[in-house]
């Protein structure tokens, strides 16, 4: 699961003057949306009223804004204060925040080859303008005489971390490299800024190129009708009426996997999916080499060791050796866990009469087919009550009971696709929170995954109070005019997982905008996101929210129960291939030698040396592993989604503890996570709500991996979470 936040990395002192919004104006008749408030309810973009050619003038008047304001800040002759330096810098660039938030935000979510173009102009200049400002001597002076003198000062919490992390960060973008080495850095960075946009061009066409086409209905056997009444849409939207089309988008590919009897058809997405992105016009294998070989450079130049442990510096991890001592842990016991998994799927086929062995492309298949024979259960009955408006009720109705804000629907807002719903938040008291939008069905436009964003930032720190305009972007089926969006298990979870994501963004009342919301260390970023996926498959909340489409009824207790049973169902097989991932991640990151890098043998050695069982492949292989080469948001830090599940499996085992909806665990978790966003340690955080640290046990007990109870007092963890 996959989720994309935008960081405007030089944010920052809201200027008045108007040469750089001059500059900015159009003809009469086209006033450029970003240079001026937007006259929308709560600031949500005009998108309706913003052009293609909005864009690229947009972000040049936005650079010159922050430059001049920057300018202010340096020549200040007054000694420098966390208010006229890092709270200034924080609020220097309305315009260019405005911009580029609409901007990088619908390149992944609506990207066309109009704005595939223009980002090829945006991205080199906005990065060489961060570069700029990041390694500006005189900006870095004074924010170094504030982190010298902070131990001096009666500085909050908040502002110390404020402080200490913006310090950092000149630190860690070059700021006390000399200037052959910052003009090094820059190119180096600029290089970087391009190959993560081939990337992700190369992915999103070659995902849109692949389609596997069905002429005989009776090859789709096994699979659900409405899998099948989606690929017919598809077929028909593709000038092939008649037949039936797969992509490689999820909700196509997997029920194929998961369900089809055809063998062969199985394999066939099996390598589309594996192989994507890695031959011919849109081969990722050279873009990776570059990002690597950059990547080493960068993490000399800064002095470290390794990439590696240039991203796990400042993050909870502290390290790379903590991050894979957590990883190793898990595992261990997961791939056992694949043996036993396997070892059913085999005795099951050859109780069919098959003499073939269990190959990749048969686990989704084999392990839905263990499911029904061990837990008499049927996903695809499930799905019946899962529809997507039904799912969505659902998380409302978790917010309104642990946190008591609700949901309205805004028809008349702007939205940036006819198929986005625009929500107001509000508390119990009646006052606006925020506003949420969701995009939740698959299109060419948009890229793979599921993720979190924001248009509007939050904070109360300067002027006025700001409340956020976060949104939630999935990849589910969509409806078509015989069959409704219904979603699998996975699909409801990764909507209470963004849900979780978004919550974070819309609750903050973090003071300082550059520490609300979801501005925390990354490998705390996922707590709020993963620990309400617990609520999804409660039998209490289950019960609220799933209905069948059909005949609106609830799911009945005994479905309830059969989920219950089959909850760590195949867990060896999806916890491997998410630890692999993880794995994989840190071992490119620690790559020195980026000489004739061959990108499958590397991938082979790596499960080679943990002993990966041959049924299960990496959950992203590297030419399509957006998450870390699609820009450096991941990189060597995808393990943080598991670093995060030690907290929440955790925190939810308190949930369980009290009741799940028990209003004295939700107000504290409201108050010292959710609100609090990066305004205080993180683990400093957990600890005020959990009452202790956590420990890994609580994960492996979510994951049915072990079966030791939970026991109080001293836990065992890596040192440093």
Partial sequence: MNHHFLKIAAAALLITGTTAIQSCKMEK???????????????????????????????????????????????????????????????????????????????????TPEMTKIGEEFYPLYSAHVDEISMNPKLFERVKSLYDNRENMQYTTAQRLMIEKSYESFVRNGALLDDT???????????LADLYQKFNKNLLNATNA??????????????????????????????????????????????????????????????????????????????????????VEKAKLLGYDNYAAYMTANVMAKNVDNAEELLMQIWKPAINRVGEEVAEMQALSNKEGNSFTIEPWDYYYYAEKVRKDKYNLDEDEVRQYFHVDSVRNGVFEMARRLYGVTFTEMPDAPKYDPEVTVYDVKDETGNHVAVFMTDY?????????????????????????????????????HPTPDSPSLLSLDEVETMFHEFGHGLHGMLSRAKYKSQAGTNVDRDFVELPSQ???????????????????????????????KLQAASTHNQGFTTTELVGAALLDLQWGQLTDTTDIDVEKFEKAVAAKLNMPKEV?????SPYFKHIFGSDGYASGYYTYLWAEVLDADGFELFKEKGI?????????????????????????????????????????????????????KINTPESI
């Fill in 29 to 111: 008749e086209h006033q450029n949306p970003f240079v001026s408030e937007y006259d929308t309810p709560y600031g949500i973009p005009p998108f309706d009223k913003i052009t293609y050619d909005d864009y690229i003038p947009a972000l040049k008047a936005g650079i010159e804004q922050q430059k001049e304001a920057v300018e202010a800040i340096v020549n200040n002759p007054a000694a420098p204060t966390l208010e006229n330096t890092i709270v200034a810098l924080d609020h220097s660039a309305p315009i260019l925040e405005k911009v580029c938030n609409v901007f990088f935000n619908l390149d992944e979510s609506n990207s």
């Fill in 661 to 713: 909806f028990d209003p004295a665990t939700a107000k504290s978790f409201k108050e010292n996570v959710l609100e609090m966003g990066g305004s205080d340690d993180p683990m400093e955080l957990y600890v005020k709500f959990r009452g202790r640290k956590p420990t890994p046990e609580a994960l492996l007990r979510n994951r049915g991996l072990i079966n030791q109870p939970a026991k109080p007092g």
């Fill in 441 to 477: 069905f698959t299109r060419a436009s948009k890229r793979q995954g599921a993720w979190m964003s924001e248009f509007k930032g939050s904070g109360s720190d300067y002027e006025k109070v700001e409340r956020p305009v976060i949104f939630n972007v999935c990849n589910f089926t």
């Fill in 181 to 191: 080495k910052k003009e090094e850095l820059k190119n180096i960075n600029g290089k």
């Fill in 531 to 561: 620990i309400h996926e617990h609520w999804a498959m409660e039998p209490e909340m289950l019960k609220m929210f799933a209905h069948h489409y059909k005949t609106g009824e609830a799911m009945p207790d005994s479905l309830i129960a």
């Fill in 617 to 621: 492949q990496y959950r992203y292989r």
């Fill in 210 to 295: 692949f389609e596997l086409v069905v002429d005989d209905k009776s090859q789709l056997s096994g699979l659900p009708a409405t899998s099948i009444a989606v690929a017919a849409e598809e077929a028909k939207n593709r000038g092939k009426e008649g037949k039936w089309v797969f992509t490689l988008h999820a909700p196509s590919r997997l029920p194929l996997l998961q369900y089809a009897d055809n063998r062969d058809l199985r394999e066939k997405m099996y390598k589309g999916y594996t192989t994507l992105a890695s031959s011919g016009e849109y081969n990722n294998y050279p873009v990776i080499a570059e990002i690597l070989k950059a990547r």
